[in-house]
């Protein structure tokens, strides 16, 4: 299928602000699909309240646009019902680790075969631009007119701390990158995260002093670099992206598809 079967034409143009990185996104991970082949009545997707979430709405796949942070309770629901479908979960940094902080680090420790898509512009987007779990000390925001405060998560060691089985990081700059780990995440067999940091220009673009989206993605392309670098060696304030965690544990559909069977047997 081409990625155009892939997507709600009737509901284009998008309705994410000029420059916004959720675009990237979205094209990053139909390419992803398209070159897995995967029937889009297999796919489910799941997504919960932001400006990420409305990811749900552009793809002509199953969709349930759920409510603030709960995106992978619902999910979970829908993946012990139907475990042969493919569970994708597009979630923003205060969807997935805010409200539905309690969620994420449960669905990673379950390791069930969901692939999480957390796109991470560092900001409260939709709702008027407050600051988030990952918006980072000393940053500015709506919420935060004289600096936050709050040090941020990092979302790949929370969720290798959680025991999710596959973590990858990259940004909207890199997009073939972007599609490759999104590639890989679906194809995983077990809890799948995928950080993608994104832009915001229109909140933490401009408050922050960042310019505009050219600048803020070149920003995320010199403060990056992939794992192992000789840069990270001498600049270690870079932030590193690509798979950090790929190991095969125990999936939970199919465990608790052997608790079925041995309780069918009496045993």
Request: charged share 20%; proline share 4%; hydrophobic share 40%.
């Amino acid at each position: 299928m081409a990625i155009k079967d892939y997507i709600r034409e009737r509901f284009f143009p998008h309705m994410w602000c000029p420059g916004c990185g959720h675009g990237i996104v979205l094209n990053g991970m139909l390419r992803a699909i398209e070159v897995l082949g995967l029937n889009k009545n297999d796919i489910v997707m799941v997504s919960g309240i932001g400006c990420s979430s409305r990811i749900s709405g552009y793809v002509d796949f199953h969709t349930l646009h759920t409510i603030h942070g709960r995106a992978l309770a619902f999910a979970t629901g829908v993946k012990m019902s139907r475990p042969e479908l493919n569970l994708i979960v597009p979630m923003g940094d205060g969807d997935a680790l805010a409200i539905g902080g309690n969620h994420f680090i449960h669905a990673a420790r379950r390791n069930i075969d969901l692939t999480a898509i957390v796109m991470n512009n560092r900001i409260y987007g939709m709702t008027g631009g407050q600051y988030s779990p990952l918006s980072g000390y000393g940053v500015s925001a709506t919420t935060a007119p004289y600096s936050n405060i709050d040090q941020s998560f990092d979302i790949v060691e929370l969720a290798r701390a959680a025991g999710a089985t596959f973590v990858a990081r990259t940004t909207t700059y890199h997009v073939q990158e972007l599609s490759n780990l999104i590639q890989q995440a679906i194809v995983h067999k077990g809890f799948s995260v995928v950080e993608v940091m994104s832009q915001c220009p229109t909140y933490f673009g401009r408050k922050n002093k960042e310019g505009g989206p050219a600048d803020m993605l070149k920003r995320m392309k010199d403060m990056t670099t992939p794992i192992g670098s000789k840069a990270k060696q001498s600049h270690t304030e870079l932030i590193e992206r690509g798979i950090f965690v790929q190991k095969i544990l125990p999936e939970y559909c199919s465990e608790y598809a052997g608790i079925i069977e041995r309780a069918m047997k009496g045993h």
